[in-house]
């Protein structure tokens, strides 16, 4: 199950917080203090008392026994789940051309073996819940096809990440994103109050994702929607005469890469800004990730970005 | 149109290999619109809306290009084989050609109807000498009477006929014609001239067959035969033929028998030199005289070989004759001698060596019938005028021959076949063409690049 698990990335961002807007509801401990009392607040450990520190925290019945200072502090127990989303259609299989066809483009794909967004999704999954499950959180995991639907309920602890990587082993891509009646009974089942991350390529063919994440973010759940994109969407590198075949249909189009060359990236630039609209009336964050970079720098960024929405 | 196409010709037909330069830009335009790579994508509505869009404007803009590129590339093969229009001027109308003898010997009725034939077109009738003087109606008899001196003559002097071939062939190289050309001459064979270069254009011939007697041209030509004792036999069949050709073509023919002892080279005054001498001659002492212009000699007494061989004429080659001995060869200079006649072994027999301004032709034998069977052979007398009497001259020895109409239009005995013509270059309408064409193509490639680039910019700010 390691596998999954990018060693460079877990070195740089295992210790960082992951903050979320629900870290009122206890979701891991932050940066600041929380200054709540009552259920789920448990006691961590004893510190000196430093300079600058409220008086209010200081333990006056521990200053009485000891006749020092001690600031009592105090790790929140988590309320919330962490459910993963995995988009497993057929489009999710795509990779940067250099892996696909000719000599050298062989060659080097034995050498450097390239992700597809599906890989990728499944390394981020496995990177994302060893975080959480490390800091105690509850994760889950669905992944969605309109042909199957693989769901592993949330738990904790390291026996519970280890068996849910086991299962996210087993899904495989194929047909489409499924339709909002099919997932209906599924995402009843997602709890109230919990943080999702969608991973996915979020190319539909109608609305059936758009709905999906309407159907889940009701409610106080916060919905994260991870877009992954390879670097050829992004650079459009073909050239001479390319015969694009989609994935989830499989219809072909014969295309003068030059010419469409710049009329993809307006056709792209369009699309996203129509998703960022759409998500964005849905209270929903977007975070696009490449999946030809490092997944540690695509990872310590968005936990950043994470941090300065911190309220 | 097609006929303004079929008249240009190119200088330099090598040139036109640059023409498989055209594959290079059609090749790719081939390849780029060829079945493609395979790319599996994750949303091919993008790339739908991508090709969608300009897709026409695209395909036309590429289109252009590669007509653009291939007519530069054209350009470029045609201006590097040099094409031409021949002819310096155009001439559109129909044009008739008389020669001087037609106009002098032809009768008024015919010319009456030349002109009543041009009446109804546009045809103009220029005669055939130099300067090219159009014939006007008006002026028939003046034309005819001072270029005849009377019209009513049908004797013409053969030394006052052009040679109208060589004029034809100027005329035409230096004229375009783009209507009909007729030329209309008579059947007498001094009027076409020597030399029948290629005619630039095909030409329609009227030739008539007038009864006159051209007065022959006396040619007055010396001759003296030197002999040793030993050698009259053979002088005297020299004699023989000399005679024979004074008979039958050239009266003005005189000549001399003297013997070597009494004869001094260097004092020779005469129009040929025929030597039978066993002494060697010595080549500086040829070059050194001026008086004749051809000098026969043959072979010394050096003879070696008894065997018989066969020799046939290059100029008559069904008639032989048997060479019984050869002589040693006066002169061993093979590389700037011209081999006229070798044995079948192989061995030279005649041949030709320039001394001075004089042709000297050394005959590797002797005429001496125990030596060849040449002096016995019918054809003897006139091969032995072909080899004396330049070429230049030869024409006026048969005054009254006639030439068949049908081999007017061969050209493969054509000395000068092959020359190139006055022509006038395209090569600045052609640069011209190719400048507009590139700037044009530059135009139109930088405008598709940067729009295609702006539009990426923009996509990329967008994003």
């Keep these: ?79 919330i789940s962490i459910w993963f989303v995995l988009d497993a259609s057929a489009s999710m299989s795509q990779r940067s051309i250099r892996t696909q066809t000719g000599k050298w483009h062989r060659k080097q794909q034995q050498s450097h073996p390239s992700w597809s967004k599906f890989d990728y999704a499944r390394h981020l999954l496995a990177t994302l819940s060893y975080i959480a499950q490390k800091q105690g959180d509850h994760v889950g995991m669905l992944a969605l096809t309109s042909q199957r639907q693989q769901l592993v309920p949330t738990g904790s602890g390291e026996r519970h990440w280890h068996r ?118 849905l209270q929903v964050g977007l975070c696009r990730v490449n999946i030809d970079q490092p997944m540690d720098k695509a990872l310590f960024s968005f936990l950043k970005n994470r941090q300065k929405l911190q309220p | 149109m097609p006929e303004l196409l079929s008249s240009l010709f190119v200088a330099n037909p090598a040139g036109l290999w640059a023409l498989l330069t055209l594959l290079i830009p059609v090749m790719i335009h081939l390849i780029n619109r060829s079945r493609g790579r395979l790319v599996r994508i994750g949303h091919i509505e993008l790339i739908r809306k991508a090709r969608k869009l300009q897709v026409t404007e695209i395909k036309l803009t590429q289109r252009i290009l590669l007509a653009l590129r291939v007519g530069i590339l054209l350009l470029l093969a045609l201006i590097l084989a040099g094409l031409a229009r021949p002819g310096l001027f155009t001439r559109d109308q129909a044009t008739i050609y008389v020669t001087p003898t037609w106009l002098k010997t032809t009768d008024q009725h015919a010319i009456d109807q030349l002109f009543s034939n041009t009446k ?41 006929i052009n040679a109208v071939w060589p004029l034809l062939t100027e005329r035409l190289s230096l004229v375009r014609h783009e209507g009909p050309i007729s030329v209309y001459a008579t059947d007498y064979f001094q009027q076409f001239g020597v030399s029948r270069p290629a005619l630039p254009q095909a030409v329609e011939w009227v030739i008539s067959h007038p009864d006159m007697t051209p007065i022959a041209e006396q ?75 051809v000098i026969l000699t043959d072979a010394g007494d050096g003879a070696h070989g008894g065997d018989t061989l066969p020799v046939k004429f290059p100029f008559f080659p069904f008639t032989s004759f048997r060479l019984n001995r050869l002589g040693a060869l006066v002169t061993d200079k093979q590389a700037k001698d011209q081999m006229l006649i070798r044995s079948s072994a192989g061995l030279p027999v005649l041949q030709l ?111």
Excluded at chain 1, 4 to 16: G, H, P, Q, S
Excluded at chain 1, 18 to 45: C, K
Excluded at chain 1, 253 to 269: E, G, K, N, P, T
Excluded at chain 2, 399 to 407: L, M, N, S, T
Aim: net charge negative; proline share 4%; with cysteine.
């Design chain 2, 120 to 160: 109804n077109g546009t045809a103009a009738v220029v005669v055939l000498e130099a300067g090219f003087p159009q014939l006007e109606e008006s002026r028939v008899n003046t034309m005819r009477g001072t270029s005849t001196g009377s019209v009513d003559s049908v004797n013409v002097n053969l030394s006052n």
């Design chain 1, 164 to 281: 849910m990587l086991k299962h996210l082993a087993q899904v495989r891509t194929g047909a489409m994103f499924p339709k909002p009646e099919l997932v209906r009974t599924t995402i009843s089942r997602l709890q109230n109050k919990c943080l999702i991350f969608i991973i996915s390529d979020f190319y539909e063919h109608s609305d059936e994702l758009l709905q999906f994440v309407k159907q889940v973010s009701a409610g106080d759940t916060e919905v994260v929607a991870m877009q992954l994109q390879c670097e050829d969407e992004v650079n459009f590198p073909y050239k001479g005469a390319i015969r694009f075949e989609d994935l989830e249909t499989g219809e072909q189009l014969l295309v003068s890469a030059a010419s469409a060359r710049s009329r993809w990236f307006d056709a792209l630039a369009g699309h996203q800004q129509a998703l960022e609209q759409s998500l964005r009336k």
């Design chain 1, 1 to 79: 199950m390691e596998r999954f698990i990018d060693t460079r990335t877990l070195a740089r961002v295992k210790d960082m917080p992951l903050i979320a807007r629900t870290v009122a509801d206890g979701f891991l401990h932050g940066l600041q203090q929380s200054h709540q009392r009552g259920v789920g607040i448990e006691f961590s450990q004893y510190r000196s008392y430093e300079p600058g520190d409220p008086l209010s925290r200081i333990d006056w019945k521990l200053f009485a026994r000891s006749d020092r200072y001690f600031v009592r502090e105090a790790e929140r127990e988590s309320e």
């Design chain 2, 219 to 293: 040619l007055s030509i010396s001759a003296v035969v030197a002999h040793d004792d030993d050698r009259s036999t053979d002088a005297a069949l020299i004699s023989n033929a000399l005679r024979a050709i004074k008979a039958h073509r050239l009266p003005g023919l005189v000549w001399e028998l003297v013997n070597t002892d009494q004869f001094d080279i260097a004092q020779v005054d005469a129009d040929w030199l025929i030597l039978l001498s066993a002494r060697p001659v010595d080549e500086n002492i040829l070059a050194g005289i001026n008086a004749p212009t």
């Design chain 2, 353 to 463: 060596t320039m001394t001075g301004t004089a042709r000297w032709l050394q005959f590797n034998s002797r005429f001496n019938p125990d030596w060849s069977t040449l002096t016995e052979q019918a054809e003897f007398p006139e091969l032995l005028l072909q080899l004396l009497l330049p070429a230049s001259q030869q024409i006026s020895r048969f005054p009254d021959a006639r030439i068949e109409p049908g081999r007017l239009d061969r050209s493969d005995e054509d000395p000068l076949a092959g020359q190139p013509l006055t022509h006038r270059s395209l090569q600045t309408v052609l640069t011209l063409l190719l400048a507009l064409l590139w700037v044009l193509e530059r135009w139109l490639s930088e405008r598709a690049r940067t729009r295609s680039g702006q539009r990426q910019d923009h996509s990329l700010d967008a994003a």
